[in-house]
């Protein structure tokens, strides 16, 4: 059974009366003529004028098909699918309702709102003729309840329904709706939404895709029973994980008021352990915004869970998690009582220059260096040492392994076969032999290059006035290979390869492959020594894997046979954080090992809506639009509802090319005849 | 050399009467030569006159210039012979012409003849006419009284279109009636079939006549400028036959080409002179032809 996608052009077929009426108006009349002799005209003239009768004939023939043609690939037919014809399986109506659960439903009155306008929206469907299907979606589309007849089913899902803590996404709701509804045989295919229409969650529609021609949108808007907006946080920022170095660290907020009222007198509080430790008041302007910052000391190691609230709703949720001092196992490959040929002096007075220093270092000769020596450490730094005893390098290896960090600064006492022996499996290359500079600007040094002021030891150095890198001089280097597997992240001025890194298991292997020492660099000497160096080991010790902060619906890594604790005390079987807060992981001691912060989305706090009008025009489909070509989702519409239907399209559009040749063939025939 | 500024074809075809057109063509036509190298050449001696540039030289009398040394051609009484018989076709398909203005093919032919005849006796050459269409309507014999003129040209007037072209039966039987060697000029629009035609003019030729056909046709039929089905109707025989111009025009021009090339080798095959004429063209070319061919005949 043949059926139209645009229908109304089918009024265009009275367009084909057009060449048989230009026809009629336009054709040569028969003259009469005297002519001397009719010798001429030989006995083809009856022929000829038969056969002129006959093109023109065939010609208003093609043309009256050529103007069906185009019609016929306007309106777009296709076959409709077995089903559909059968007319067995055909519903009458086909509706998926998309409600909407993020967090900005939560909002005074709208969460009973929601309930009831995602019932009322069943109310209609007949058992056993309509068919339906529900969506929950915040930032994600949730099928509750896929397209089926089971109305009961449905609404008894509906009423389950009930908002979150998520952010909004409108367009991959929809979107997910018209999946569902495609190659449904139904008389009517309807999407119903139900939501607040957030402004923030009509953002990321990119206007790429459009709902199917024969899906038609209805838009229940709901609002908040408590119209009057209130201060909520849009911004936060709080450290995830510290060393235990003394520093203050940073709390941010963010707030913004977005009344009309300008927001007087609004407290906004540090709390920490669940007891205020700071508190602001701030006036904000009406839609405007104003930053609030607390500075706190986290001098004692471990988790330090704590909330920023504004107001009595809004809270940002952090848990600053404290590492004590880094401990740091410098081996010394070249003991030597004048400092400045020592190898490790001027890497444990960078480490440690005084008692408010993060990282404990200490210093073990390469020769009486033992495993436990290793394990005991979070960095090792390898100065000018090349070789090392094997279970040394075990322990060293076991260290990488846990997510510990080695780091390598070879210099003239490493042997480069025995370095590569013994770390060529760990090193973030191997060594093939001492360089010296080249001369350059009137001396013989290299500086480093191509530094990648993207990796977290270097970003603090990519702003103006932050240290230059290239000022240290580099008289001597080893010349490296291997490195396909490493991540170059400094050069020398040669373009051979100074800094790099590997990651080996959990850990990172790092490699300056220059010794710091006097007679091979001045690095040591220079203002940017110190803070690569705690840069760098503070890289190597402490990474990525140690979150603290979550997104409300995240899976919070707890520990093998340890159990969550939600914010309300509760133990949770599931590890998904359900709800914002803090959570803690306990242990078989009872006492909480972990504590995780899980925040809710703050673009939630924004009550501005999209107009319904503004959706209905970005992804409905006007009658007779055609898929357009900025339409990659065609397939989600009419287009890939029924693939086989498309063929007869296709041969139209053909048959159509085809026409256009032939009647061009023919007329220009007919002309010159 | 004919001179074309002088003879206007749009004044000329308005010019009803024969008389005075032949005596604007002829004297236009005259006045456009130079020095008429075949003017007054005969046997008896007239008088002196000064050499001038253009004279042939075998009419210098080298005598006198022996005695005078100075070159003087020797001018005689005007005398001729020759007899001209202008044969015109006055069948049905002479009375064609494309559109209503201009001249139809009869009415080309008459003002031909007529231009001729004037011009022949102008040279003290004798000018018969004989008109024909299916049979020979008008014989008029030839001979050089002015007197004689107004006789051709009354014909030539009161000529119209009549039947059905058989040009060959007339040929034949002027042929037979024409007793004294002369030149003869067929003017027709040759609408018969070329064997018939071209084995009647060798008749003549076997009398010893001299032969120049001008086959007078329409600009219309030679262009065949008909774009519109049409129904035309044959002049001659009253045969109608529908007609699409567009498709059927290569096959008349073909059929046309071919028509005109059997005349044009049939009169080269006899030594006969042949000139085809559109009726949009000047009259004057035919006296160029004439000239031509009388030349050569001394």
């Known amino acids: 059974m043949i059926s139209f996608t645009n229908s109304s052009f089918l009024y265009a077929l009275a367009g084909a009366a057009v060449p048989i009426l230009i026809h009629l108006f336009t054709?040569?009349?028969?003259?009469?003529?005297?002519?001397?002799?009719?010798?001429?005209?030989?006995?083809?003239?009856?022929?000829?004028?038969?056969?002129?009768?006959?093109?023109?004939?065939?010609?208003?023939?093609?043309?009256?098909?050529?103007?069906?043609?185009?019609?016929?690939?306007?309106?777009?037919?296709?076959?409709?699918?077995?089903?559909?014809?059968?007319?067995?399986?055909?519903?009458?109506?086909?509706?998926?309702?998309?409600?909407?659960?993020?967090?900005?439903?939560?909002?005074?009155?709208?969460?009973?709102?929601?309930?009831?306008?995602?019932?009322?929206?069943?109310?209609?469907?007949?058992?056993?003729?309509?068919?339906?299907?529900?969506?929950?979606?915040?930032?994600?589309?949730?099928?509750?309840?896929?397209?089926?007849?089971?109305?009961?089913?449905?609404?008894?899902?509906?009423?389950?329904?009930?908002?979150?803590?998520?952010?909004?996404?409108?367009?991959?709701?929809?979107?997910?709706?018209?999946?569902?509804?495609?190659?449904?045989?139904?008389?009517?295919?309807?999407?119903?939404?139900?939501?607040?229409?957030?402004?923030?969650?009509?953002?990321?529609?990119?206007?790429?895709?459009?709902?199917?021609?024969?899906?038609?949108?209805?838009?229940?808007?709901?609002?908040?029973?408590?119209?009057?907006?209130?201060?909520?946080?849009?911004?936060?920022?709080?450290?995830?994980?510290?060393?235990?170095?003394?520093?203050?660290?940073?709390?941010?907020?963010?707030?913004?008021?977005?009344?009309?009222e300008p927001c007087n007198d609004l407290e906004v509080a540090l709390e920490l352990g669940g007891s205020k430790a700071d508190s602001q008041k701030v006036n904000i302007r009406p839609h405007g915004t104003a930053a609030v910052r607390f500075r706190h000391v986290f001098d004692t190691p471990g988790d330090h869970p704590g909330a920023v609230k504004a107001g009595k709703e809004e809270a940002f949720y952090f848990n600053a998690r404290t590492l004590p001092r880094i401990p740091v196992l410098i081996i010394n490959g070249r003991p030597s009582a004048n400092p400045q040929e020592d190898a490790a002096f001027f890497v444990a007075k960078a480490l440690s220059p005084g008692e408010g220093s993060p990282f404990a270092p200490r210093i073990v000769t390469a020769d009486k260096v033992s495993p436990k020596d290793v394990s005991a450490a979070g960095v090792v730094i390898l100065a000018d040492a090349g070789a090392v005893p094997g279970p040394v390098a075990d322990a060293l290896d076991g260290l990488l392994q846990r997510g510990g960090g080695v780091l390598f600064l070879p210099g003239g006492q490493v042997k480069a076969e025995a370095f590569n022996t013994a770390f060529g499996a760990m090193a973030p290359c191997k060594l093939r032999q001492i360089l010296t500079a080249r001369p350059a600007n009137g001396e013989n040094a290299e500086s480093l290059t191509r530094i990648d002021f993207e990796h977290p030891v270097f970003e603090a150095f990519s702003q103006p006035h932050h240290g230059d890198l290239t000022l240290p001089k580099f008289a001597k280097y080893w010349e490296t290979t291997d490195t396909q597997r490493s991540r170059v992240l400094a050069r020398f001025g040669d373009g051979r390869p100074a800094i790099l890194e590997r990651g080996i298991g959990k850990g990172v292997a790092m490699a300056l492959v220059s010794a710091v020492e006097s007679d091979w660099t001045d690095f040591a000497t220079r203002s940017v020594f110190l803070p690569t160096l705690h840069q760098m080991?503070?890289?190597?010790?402490?990474?990525?894997?140690?979150?603290?902060?979550?997104?409300?619906?995240?899976?919070?890594?707890?520990?093998?046979?340890?159990?969550?604790?939600?914010?309300?005390?509760?133990?949770?079987?599931?590890?998904?954080?359900?709800?914002?807060?803090?959570?803690?992981?306990?242990?078989?001691?009872?006492?909480?090992?972990?504590?995780?912060?899980?925040?809710?989305?703050?673009?939630?706090?924004?009550?501005?809506?999209?107009?319904?009008?503004?959706?209905?025009?970005?992804?409905?489909?006007?009658?007779?639009?055609?898929?357009?070509?900025?339409?990659?989702?065609?397939?989600?519409?009419?287009?890939e509802e029924d693939r086989p239907k498309d063929s007869l399209w296709w041969v139209l559009l053909c048959g159509l090319v085809l026409a256009s040749m032939a009647e061009l063939a023919v007329s220009n025939k007919t002309l010159r005849h | 050399m004919p001179n074309p500024g002088a003879l206007d074809f749009n004044v000329l075809a308005r010019i009803d009467s024969m008389q005075l057109l032949a005596k604007v063509v002829v004297e236009g036509f005259v006045l456009g030569l130079h020095r008429s190298p075949y003017r007054g050449f005969s046997v008896e001696f007239a008088e002196y006159r000064q050499y001038a540039q253009g004279d042939e030289v075998k009419h210098v009398d080298w005598k006198v210039y022996g005695k005078t040394d100075r070159y003087y051609i020797k001018q005689f009484e005007e005398e001729t012979n020759l007899a001209c018989y202008l044969i015109v076709d006055a069948s049905a398909s002479m009375g064609y012409r494309t559109g209503p203005e201009g001249m139809?093919?009869?009415?080309?032919?008459?003002?031909?003849?007529?231009?001729?005849?004037?011009?022949?006796?102008?040279?003290?050459?004798?000018?018969?006419?004989?008109?024909?269409?299916?049979?020979?309507?008008?014989?008029?014999?030839?001979?050089?009284?002015?007197?004689?003129?107004?006789?051709?040209?009354?014909?030539?007037?009161?000529?119209?279109?009549?039947?059905?072209?058989?040009?060959?039966?007339?040929?034949?039987?002027?042929?037979?009636?024409?007793?004294?060697?002369?030149?003869?000029?067929?003017?027709?629009?040759?609408?018969?079939?070329?064997?018939?035609v071209i084995s009647a003019l060798q008749h003549f030729r076997f009398q010893g006549h001299e032969v120049i056909v001008f086959q007078v046709m329409d600009n219309g039929e030679l262009t065949f400028p008909f774009n519109t089905i049409t129904e035309f109707t044959d002049l001659e025989t009253g045969q109608k036959t529908l007609v699409s111009p567009e498709g059927m025009k290569p096959v008349y021009m073909e059929e046309l080409r071919r028509f005109l090339a059997a005349y044009e080798k049939g009169c080269a095959g006899i030594h006969a002179d042949y000139k085809l004429f559109d009726t949009s063209n000047p009259l004057e070319i035919a006296l160029s032809e004439y000239l031509y061919r009388r030349s050569r005949m001394g």
């Not at chain 1, 009550?607 to 409905?620: D, L, S």
């Not at chain 2, 030539?156 to 279109?161: H, I, K, R, S, Y």
């Open chain 1, 537 to 639: 080991a503070r890289y190597l010790a402490v990474r990525g894997g140690q979150r603290t902060a979550f997104a409300c619906g995240e899976s919070l890594p707890v520990p093998d046979g340890e159990t969550l604790r939600d914010p309300a005390g509760k133990t949770s079987a599931e590890n998904v954080a359900a709800q914002p807060g803090l959570y803690a992981a306990i242990g078989k001691e009872g006492k909480p090992d972990f504590c995780y912060a899980v925040n809710g989305s703050f673009a939630e706090g924004d009550p501005a809506t999209v107009a319904p009008g503004e959706i209905q025009a970005a992804i409905g489909r006007a009658p007779g639009e055609m898929l357009g070509g900025v339409d990659p989702d065609a397939g989600l519409c009419a287009a």
């Open chain 2, 104 to 196: 139809t093919k009869l009415q080309y032919a008459s003002r031909i003849a007529a231009c001729l005849s004037y011009f022949m006796v102008r040279q003290r050459d004798a000018a018969g006419l004989m008109i024909f269409d299916t049979k020979i309507r008008t014989v008029l014999p030839p001979r050089m009284r002015q007197t004689h003129l107004k006789h051709i040209f009354a014909a030539l007037e009161t000529a119209e279109p009549g039947g059905e072209t058989d040009i060959s039966q007339p040929l034949h039987q002027l042929a037979d009636g024409l007793k004294r060697k002369g030149l003869v000029i067929l003017i027709s629009d040759l609408l018969d079939e070329p064997e018939q």
């Open chain 1, 27 to 260: 054709r040569d009349r028969v003259k009469r003529a005297a002519f001397s002799t009719l010798r001429f005209f030989a006995k083809g003239a009856k022929l000829v004028v038969r056969r002129k009768k006959f093109q023109e004939a065939f010609l208003i023939a093609l043309r009256v098909l050529l103007v069906a043609l185009l019609v016929s690939v306007f309106a777009r037919p296709y076959f409709k699918t077995k089903n559909a014809a059968a007319g067995a399986d055909v519903v009458q109506t086909a509706r998926v309702v998309v409600t909407d659960v993020s967090g900005s439903m939560r909002r005074a009155g709208m969460a009973e709102a929601l309930k009831k306008e995602t019932l009322g929206a069943f109310e209609s469907l007949k058992e056993g003729e309509d068919k339906a299907a529900l969506i929950a979606f915040d930032e994600t589309a949730n099928v509750r309840e896929p397209l089926g007849g089971n109305l009961a089913q449905i609404k008894a899902a509906a009423v389950a329904i009930a908002p979150g803590y998520g952010s909004t996404d409108l367009s991959a709701a929809l979107r997910k709706a018209n999946e569902l509804l495609r190659g449904v045989a139904a008389k009517r295919k309807e999407v119903v939404l139900i939501s607040d229409l957030s402004r923030e969650g009509w953002r990321p529609f990119k206007g790429d895709w459009k709902l199917a021609a024969d899906v038609q949108l209805t838009l229940r808007p709901l609002n908040p029973a408590d119209t009057r907006s209130r201060p909520a946080i849009v911004e936060a920022s709080a450290p995830g994980a510290l060393v235990l170095d003394g520093q203050p660290s940073s709390i941010a907020v963010r707030v913004a008021n977005f009344s009309d």
